[in-house]
Nanobody, 120 residues
Framework: QVQLVESGGGLVQAGGSLRLSCAVSGDIGSLNTMNWYRQAPGKQREVVATITTSGSTTYADSVKGRFTISRDNVKITVYLQMNSLKPEDTAVYYC??????????????WGQGTQVTVSS
């Protein structure tokens, strides 16, 4: 059974930094993408950053240059370093893992979410 446990959220002033962590337990295979999503009140969940098994990364335009996603394949942990935080970054942040299996099958796993609040 795969479990994702996020940590590192909290309250920070605008311009500050936070580092989110997501520890994964269980088998997610050797081919997967680890992702961070966020959902602000009244808004749809949106992808913030992704990182592949090989380390390729993508970011939402709104966080480019401020957020950095990284992963430790030994610890099976994904991180999100968030700098220069803005009030509009306030949201619940979710860790997500997509495991790619044969025959184009995928499995999706989600964490419980961690609240990030940025005060102005």
């Amino acid at each position: 059974q795969v479990q994702l446990v996020e940590s590192g959220g909290g309250l920070v002033q605008a311009g500050g930094s936070l580092r989110l962590s997501c520890a994964v337990s269980g088998d997610i295979g050797s081919l997967n993408t680890m992702n961070w999503y966020r959902q602000a009140p009244g808004k749809q969940r949106e992808v913030v950053a992704t990182i592949t098994t090989s380390g390729s990364t993508t970011y939402a335009d709104s966080v480019k240059g401020r957020f950095t996603i990284s992963r430790d394949n030994v610890k099976i942990t994904v991180y999100l370093q968030m700098n220069s935080l803005k009030p509009e970054d306030t949201a619940v942040y979710y860790c997500n893992v997509v495991r790619y299996r044969s025959f184009a099958r995928t499995e999706n796993y989600w964490g419980q979410g961690t609240q990030v609040t940025v005060s102005s």
